[in-house]
Nanobody, 118 residues
């Protein structure tokens, strides 16, 4: 069974940095795509950053160069390094992974809370 476990969420101040990590129970190389999403109260879940099996990243426009996603195939983790955090970055951050099985299947972690105070 595939499990994704996030860690690293915290209460920080505006301008601070934070690193989130997502550990997968299987080889991350099996996933076509992995990503970090976030959901603030009353808002829809949105993509923050993603990375393909071969390491090509993509970012939401609102990232504006502040975040970096990385994947460690040996450790079976993906990380999200966030810098210059803003109060509007406050949300629950979720790790997501997708792979082709009988059909395209997605997996989600339980989420980790990031709160940025002004």
């Amino acid at each position: 069974q595939v499990q994704l476990v996030e860690s690293g969420g915290a209460l920080v101040k505006a301008g601070d940095s934070l690193r989130l990590s997502c550990a997968a129970s299987i080889s991350v190389f099996t996933f076509n795509y992995m990503g970090w999403y976030r959901q603030a109260p009353g808002e829809q879940r949105e993509l923050v950053a993603g990375i393909t099996r071969y390491g090509t990243p993509n970012y939401a426009d609102f990232v504006e160069g502040r975040f970096t996603i990385s994947k460690d195939n040996a450790q079976n983790t993906i990380d999200l390094q966030m810098s210059n955090l803003r109060p509007e970055d406050s949300a629950v951050y979720y790790c997501n992974a997708s792979r082709q099985e009988v059909q395209l299947t997605e997996y989600w972690g339980q989420g980790t809370q990031v709160t940025v105070s002004s």
